[in-house]
């Protein structure tokens, strides 16, 4: 008889856009060769190493990040992951999160207090004592940078002022935050983000 391993895993796709991991899986009893089977009969998919979806779950439009994400610590709960993380979605990738800017991330970016070894193709930034409380959000099941600390963190990171300037420009206009507040948390004057904000669009006409 095939085996449907997704009831056993209760909340815990639902919790991740369909998504769990095999480490997850065996910390419900789920063996190995119960994975193989229900992927077998087509209930779940194998979307990476040791990360799988269920069947039918709505589309995602961050699938790369969220695989990256779950393979850098495939234990971890759901409820973990968010409550006291030790791993943020950050810089391009945590814009991309928010919606904003035009950031292609194609390279799944993170900061972490821990010492990882990412796969080939994701990026991860070392902060030993972590993000403070104040700094990051969740959105969307991530655990993310909020959208000041992402500014900051893109400045840090020398992204180009068309770019960054687009960031904080569709940032402001939602009302998420205001020029004087990102300028607070970076440590830059207004006027010279207002300079970036006006060469994002220039940027956005030559798009």
């Given at each position: 008889?095939?085996?449907?391993v997704?009831e056993?895993?209760?909340?815990?796709?639902?919790?991740?856009?369909?998504?769990?991991?095999?480490?997850?899986a065996?910390?419900?009893?789920?063996?190995?060769?119960?994975?193989?089977?229900?992927?077998?009969?087509?209930?779940?998919?194998?979307v990476?190493?040791?990360?799988?979806?269920v069947?039918?779950?709505?589309?995602?439009?961050?699938?790369?990040?969220?695989?990256?994400?779950?393979?850098?610590?495939?234990?971890?709960?759901?409820?973990?992951r968010?409550?006291?993380?030790s791993?943020?979605?950050?810089?391009?990738?945590?814009?991309?999160?928010?919606?904003l800017?035009?950031?292609?991330?194609?390279?799944?970016?993170?900061?972490?207090?821990?010492?990882?070894?990412?796969?080939?193709?994701?990026k991860?930034?070392?902060?030993?004592d972590?993000?403070?409380?104040?700094?990051?959000?969740?959105?969307?099941?991530f655990?993310?940078?909020?959208?000041?600390?992402?500014?900051?963190?893109l400045?840090?990171?020398?992204?180009?002022?068309?770019?960054l300037?687009?960031?904080?420009?569709?940032?402001?206009?939602?009302?998420v935050?205001?020029?004087?507040?990102?300028?607070?948390?970076?440590?830059?004057?207004?006027?010279?983000?207002?300079?970036?904000v006006?060469?994002?669009?220039?940027?956005?006409?030559?798009?």
């Open positions: 008889m095939a085996v449907n997704v056993q895993l209760e909340d815990i796709p639902e919790a991740q856009r369909g998504y769990f991991t095999r480490a997850q065996s910390q419900t009893g789920i063996a190995d060769y119960d994975l193989t089977r229900s992927a077998s009969k087509g209930f779940i998919h194998r990476g190493h040791g990360v799988y979806r069947a039918g779950a709505p589309e995602d439009h961050l699938s790369d990040l969220r695989v990256a994400w779950l393979r850098l610590r495939p234990e971890l709960s759901p409820r973990q968010v409550l006291r993380p791993i943020w979605v950050s810089h391009e990738s945590a814009a991309s999160v928010h919606g800017g035009v950031f292609l991330a194609d390279t799944p970016t993170f900061t972490s207090s821990l010492r990882l070894q990412p796969s080939s193709g994701v991860v930034y070392r902060r030993s972590g993000i403070p409380r104040s700094d990051w959000t969740v959105v969307d099941g655990a993310v940078t909020n959208v000041n600390r992402t500014a900051a963190d400045y840090a990171a020398g992204v180009d002022g068309g770019h300037g687009r960031f904080i420009n569709d940032a402001t206009q939602a009302g935050t205001s020029l004087e507040q990102v300028s607070s948390v970076v440590g830059v004057s207004t006027s010279e983000f207002a300079a970036l006006d060469m994002s669009v220039d940027f956005g006409t030559s798009k």
